[in-house]
T-cell receptor
Framework: AQRVTQPEKLLSVFKGAPVELKCNYSYSGSPELFWYVQYSRQRLQLLLRHISRESIKGFTADLNKGETSFHLKKPFAQEEDSAMYYCALRNNDMRFGAGTRLTVKP | DTGVSQNPRHKITKRGQNVTFRCDPISEHNRLYWYRQTLGQGPEFLTYFQNEAQLEKSRLLSDRFSAERPKGSFSTLEIQRTEQGDSAMYLC??????????????FGEGSWLTVV
């Protein structure tokens, strides 16, 4: 069964500090993983996809198959990064973790 | 706005009543998804369509829930005999494999249901 676990419900950092949002998954095949973000009063939107190996808004995420993880990282957090972040795994449909609320304090 | 559109955005209903939500996906997106989200949780998969065919249903989708996509365009999600536990945000999303962002799903703003 496919499952996504985000162990931290809340994460708070100061502006300029590094941030890492954890995501672990269980899946028997080759996973396709995503990070979605939801800013206040906005719809859920894609942040990045692991197969694109891209950096979006300074965020990166590396798929570690050995540790079955897909942690989201940013070296210097900004206040506008405050949002809900969801890790998701794609099979035919998309399965989401419970989310981590990131708060970046000034 | 050419994104995924959902209506109504908010619905308050009495327990036992039926409610229906509508989703208009992004034009030409052949896949359409329904999710449910409650406070403190991520979106939970309910069902998805490829064109008009309903390909997968979660066991969260009890027999009181029915979803349709009759012409492969818009979709409806009906909840019969609503219960207080049905109170949640119902999210619709769509995707297509035909663009460069294949497999990316795009969400609507959701429909809030409150059962009193």
């Amino acid at each position: 069964a496919q499952r996504v676990t985000q162990p931290e419900k809340l994460l708070s950092v100061f502006k300029g500090a590094p941030v890492e949002l954890k995501c672990n998954y269980s899946y028997s095949g080759s996973p396709e993983l995503f990070w979605y973000v939801q800013y206040s009063r906005q719809r859920l939107q894609l942040l990045l996809r692991h197969i694109s190996r891209e950096s979006i808004k300074g965020f990166t995420a590396d798929l570690n198959k050995g540790e079955t993880s897909f942690h989201l990282k940013k070296p210097f957090a900004q206040e506008e990064d405050s949002a809900m972040y969801y890790c998701a795994l794609r099979n035919n449909d998309m399965r989401f973790g419970a989310g981590t609320r990131l708060t970046v304090k000034p | 706005d050419t994104g995924v559109s959902q209506n109504p955005r908010h619905k308050i209903t009495k327990r036992g009543q039926n409610v229906t939500f509508r989703c208009d996906p992004i034009s030409e997106h052949n896949r359409l998804y329904w999710y449910r989200q409650t406070l403190g949780q991520g979106p939970e998969f309910l069902t998805y369509f490829q064109n008009e065919a309903q390909l997968e249903k979660s066991r969260l989708l009890s027999d009181r829930f029915s979803a349709e996509r009759p012409k492969g365009s818009f979709s409806t999600l009906e909840i019969q005999r609503t219960e207080q536990g049905d109170s949640a945000m119902y999210l619709c999303a769509s995707s297509t494999i035909r663009d460069r962002n294949r497999n990316t799903i795009y969400f609507g703003e959701g429909s809030w249901l409150t059962v009193v």
